[in-house]
C-alpha cells in the first residue's frame, strides 16, 4: 500500500458519522435574460475585447487591422489564410516562442463569468497561452447562461485536454502592481462569428 493510500486509509476508519451526499438535481445557476449581452459585458470587465463578425466578413483582414504589427501568427484553422506557424507541424511547443497572435476557436461561451471553454485542437496546446495576443473565433449563438450548463458541455477530442479561458493572464500578486500577460496572452480578443 502506498503512503497516499496508507494515509486515507486510517481517515477513513476514523469516520465517525457518515452523511448522505444532497441532491444537486434540483441546483439551477443564475440566467440572463439575454446572455450574449452578459457574456460581452463580462469578457470585457475581465479584460477582454469583443467583436461581432458580420456575415461575410474576412476574419483574416480583421485580424491584420487588429494587430497590424503582427510578424508570428500561429493557427491551425483552415480559414486562417494569415498564419504564418501551423501548432500541427512544428516540431515542439519551444518553436511557437515569439508569436505575435494565436488564433484559436471556442467551443463555447459562459455568461456568467466570460470565459470560453477551449479544447485542444491542435499539437501543440502551447499556442493558447505563449502568444503574445490570443483570438478567439466563437460562434455568437453558442452562449450559454452559467457554469451549470458548462460543465454539462464539456465534451474531450483525441487529445483529452481541454480549459476554460477567460480574458487575458493577469496577476496583482507582487508589490499590488497589475501585470498583463503574466502567464498567458497580454490581450485575448473575442471574434463572434455569426
Known amino acids: 500500500m502506498s503512503k497516499k493510500e496508507d494515509i486515507l486509509s486510517k481517515y477513513r476508519k476514523n469516520i ?3 452523511f448522505d451526499m444532497p441532491d ?3 441546483i439551477k445557476g443564475i440566467t440572463y435574460p439575454d446572455p450574449l449581452v452578459q457574456f460581452i459585458s463580462m469578457s470585457e470587465t475581465v479584460g477582454g475585447k469583443v467583436l461581432e463578425v458580420e456575415p461575410g466578413q474576412d476574419i483574416n483582414a480583421l485580424v491584420k487591422e487588429l494587430y497590424p504589427d503582427a510578424k508570428e501568427i500561429a493557427s491551425n484553422l483552415p480559414e486562417i489564410t494569415i498564419a504564418t506557424r501551423n501548432p500541427d507541424t512544428i516540431g515542439s511547443p519551444q518553436a511557437l516562442n515569439g508569436t505575435d497572435v494565436g488564433i484559436i476557436k471556442g467551443d463555447f461561451g459562459v455568461a456568467e463569468n466570460g470565459c470560453i471553454w477551449v479544447p485542444q485542437q491542435m499539437e501543440e496546446k502551447a499556442v493558447c497561452f505563449i502568444s503574445e495576443n490570443l483570438v478567439i473565433l466563437l460562434k455568437k449563438s453558442e452562449i450559454v447562461n452559467n457554469m451549470h450548463e458548462a460543465y ?3 465534451r474531450f477530442n483525441d487529445y483529452g485536454y481541454g480549459s476554460f479561458i477567460s480574458g487575458p493572464s493577469k496577476t496583482a500578486d507582487i508589490a499590488q ?3 498583463m500577460g503574466a502567464q498567458a496572452a ?6 463572434l462569428m455569426p
Open 16 to 18: 465517525q458519522q457518515k
Open 24 to 26: 444537486l438535481s434540483d
Open 152 to 154: 454539462k458541455r464539456i
Open 177 to 179: 502592481v497589475l501585470v
Open 186 to 191: 497580454r490581450s485575448v480578443t473575442v471574434l
